[in-house]
């Protein structure tokens, strides 16, 4: 088993940033990959960005070139900047690892002026 504990959610303007970090604890040897997931009100969840344990970066085309997700140890985060308020959701951490997806509880960020 794999814990994620997320934290840095919160409310803030348009054009504004917000750090998002998830921690893992458990069985994290062999993971195979870090990420975020989003899911807005009425929509389906989709990757926001994943980090692999080779290193390979991907990113959902609305975000590209305002977010950036990185790893130190046990930790991956997500900065997020020029925030706009379709970026309002529910972020949630994943990890990958063999055939198991592991999901952390999310946490709310919000866009609005």
């Known amino acids: 088993q794999v814990q994620l504990v997320e934290s840095g959610g919160g409310s803030v303007q348009p054009g504004g940033s917000l750090r998002l970090s998830c921690t893992a604890s458990g069985n994290i040897f062999g993971i195979d990959s870090r990420g975020w997931y989003r899911q807005a009100p009425g929509k389906q969840r989709e990757l926001v960005a994943s980090l692999s344990s080779a290193g390979d970066l991907q990113y959902a085309d609305s975000v590209k070139g305002r977010f950036t997700i990185s790893r130190f140890a046990n930790s991956v985060y997500l900065q997020m900047d020029r925030l706009t308020p379709e970026d309002t959701a529910v972020y949630y951490c994943?990890?990958?690892?063999?055939?198991?997806?592991?999901w952390g509880k999310g946490t709310l960020v919000t866009i609005s002026s």
């Open positions: 994943h990890v990958l690892r063999g055939v198991m997806n592991y």
